[in-house]
């Protein structure tokens, strides 16, 4: 059985599936345009938009209020502001709610959602900000696809920065969990209630890197279906 057809049976109705070689090859895509709720995938576009924006890595910005969920500012009382730099690396290393909103804020939403539309995005949309209850019982919701997740990771593999804070993941039960020996991952997970995504940079031992987004939504185990995704393309990936 192909790659294709392994991945097409196994996402059947409960994922969406993009694998886009950097280099020449074709594409592989299941469902590439379904629109998901986006969790902290939205946070990808935010990271290219601030990287095209040209906001300086020094500048420092302030971390309060600081929100709960994912990250560590919440937990630090004695930190009043901190670089755009750290913030950025915050925001996809450890997936930082708070740093996200202190570049949300700074960016501007506009200027993130232009950046998308800029680029063709067209299933993505930056409507709030993280942990922003209200907005969500108001129905107000961040949206992605599998499609737009793998065209910003296209972009954001020319830059060092980018992949050097993906490569710094720190949430790997998903993509990585088969990673074998002398392959590389750079990528960003995304989790809410019945909402799991992984998608990231796979840097095979040899020959081009390939983008692989994977997005699940709904009573599933979104992590094991993605985690299985990723084993098979590692596994093409490592044939000669």
Not at 175 to 204: M, Q, S
Request: net charge negative.
């Amino acid at each position: 059985m192909s790659l294709r057809e392994s991945l097409t049976e196994l996402a059947a109705g409960r994922a969406a599936v993009v694998v886009r070689p950097l280099g020449a090859g074709e594409a592989i895509e299941i469902a590439a345009d379904h629109r998901f709720t986006a969790a902290s995938l939205i946070k990808l576009p935010i990271l290219a938009a601030a990287l095209d924006s040209g906001l300086p890595f020094d500048e420092r910005l302030p971390v309060r209020p600081a929100v709960p969920g994912s990250g560590v500012l919440a937990h630090l009382a004695d930190v009043a502001d901190m670089s755009a730099r750290d913030l950025l690396t915050l925001m996809i290393t450890v997936s930082d709610n708070t740093a996200t909103n202190v570049l949300i804020d700074r960016i501007g939403m506009g200027r993130v959602n232009a950046w998308c539309a800029r680029h063709d995005l067209t299933a993505t949309v930056l409507a709030r900000r993280m942990m922003d209850a209200e907005a969500r019982d108001r129905g107000v919701e961040n949206l992605i696809s599998a499609a737009d997740v793998a065209s910003v990771l296209c972009r954001l593999a020319d830059s060092p920065f980018a992949v050097g804070v993906l490569e710094a993941q720190q949430f790997n039960d998903r993509l990585p969990r088969h990673l074998p020996p002398g392959f590389r991952l750079a990528h960003k997970t995304g989790e809410l209630r019945h909402v799991c995504h992984d998608a990231g940079i796979v840097y095979p031992p040899a020959g081009p890197p390939v983008v692989l987004a994977v997005l699940t939504e709904g009573p599933t185990d979104g992590a094991g279906l993605i985690a299985e995704c990723g084993r098979l393309v590692f596994s093409a990936l490592g044939r000669p």
